[in-house]
């Protein structure tokens, strides 16, 4: 009987039906959970095969969600709220990292921050030496690092709006414009900030992710609803890889080295950069999605006073934690 049970089992298992899930993912190192469940096997043993597709920023992917081009999200919050004032149905089933967004300065205006300067002080100090104000790279309005940004700069460090001009651009473009001067500043997440600092080490972290928004929300990992409802045990496969993947990440991260350079590398970011990124302080994987309901609450609202959400969406639906509570119940 038992050496039955131990043939059937796998036999089961390889018969069961399997589910194939169109991704989009932007391309940081916050999405490490996804691709680290992805390749332990853990995603396809549960019946889920993903194609992943990837885009410069979440303003950009919501297109693909509303279009039904893609069935799962993995990027930031902040373009969800946005996404449903439209008639959007989608689900935040998990976290994946949090603070990810921080603020760097290039050579240029980096040496105006020093200690004892405010970092408002800091700003004014460039634009009267140089005659301009500094240009601050980010994403799109209505993302995370555009609305972090803000927060920052206008709540945070109480910086005059003549000091800065806020420059939206992609995650490459950013990135880029970071290393050649082109800007004087920008929010990056990782693995952009191990690389622009170990190619040039005059560009400086001058805060931190949660400096510049208090429990600042970061990636997450949303299903459409359509989805949800036809395959919710590929959602509950999903979940509980991604549960895995961040136990994975604390205890051996190098095991995760390799397949999130062939995710995010694409033969341009090296296993070192990869390794360094991975321990960075701007790297914190969170799976649990009540734990950034009332930041991403904060975040929503912050967009409204911004004008980049007409007005404050009631959160009940959003947010649908059962999958990580089963997920950790089960573990």
Do not use: C
């Amino acid at each position: 009987m038992l050496a039955s049970a131990m043939i059937v089992g796998p036999q089961a298992l390889a018969q069961k039906a399997s589910v194939t899930a169109r991704v989009g993912v932007i391309p940081i190192i916050g999405t490490a959970p996804l691709f680290v469940a992805q390749n332990e096997g853990w995603l396809k043993q549960g019946g889920l095969d993903l194609t992943v597709t990837t885009f410069e920023s979440g303003p950009n992917m919501i297109q693909a969600l509303a279009s039904g081009t893609i069935d799962i999200y993995v990027a930031g919050v902040a373009p969800l709220a946005v996404a449903r004032s439209k008639g959007v149905d989608v689900r935040v089933v998990a976290a994946t990292a949090t603070a990810e967004n921080v603020f760097v300065a290039s050579p240029k205006l980096a040496k105006y921050f020093t200690p004892g300067t405010s970092h408002a002080a800091a700003f004014k100090n460039y634009r009267a030496a140089e005659g301009k104000p500094a240009r601050l790279a980010t994403q799109p309005a209505g993302s995370v690092p555009n609305t972090t940004l803000q927060y920052w700069l206008w709540e945070q460090a109480k910086a005059d709006k003549a000091d800065v001009e806020i420059v939206p651009m992609g995650i490459d473009a950013t990135q880029q414009a970071t290393l050649a001067g082109a800007v004087e500043g920008a929010t990056i997440r990782e693995p952009a900030v191990t690389i622009v600092q170990g190619r040039n080490p005059g560009i400086k972290l001058v805060a931190l992710g949660d400096e510049m928004f208090p429990g600042q929300p970061g990636t997450v990992v949303a299903v459409s609803g359509a989805f949800l409802e036809k395959n919710p045990e590929a959602v509950q496969a999903l979940v509980s890889g991604l549960v895995k993947a961040a136990e994975l990440l604390a205890k051996t991260p190098d095991r995760a080295v390799a397949p999130l350079e062939a995710a995010l590398g694409k033969g341009i970011v090296d296993s070192e950069t990869i390794r360094k990124a991975l321990s960075s302080p701007a790297t914190k994987f969170q799976i649990d999605p009540r734990s950034i309901v009332e930041s991403s609450r904060l975040m929503q609202a912050y967009q409204v006073k911004l004008g980049s959400l007409d007005k404050e969406l009631p959160f009940e639906g959003l947010f649908e934690p059962r999958f990580f509570e089963r997920a950790t119940n089960s573990n």
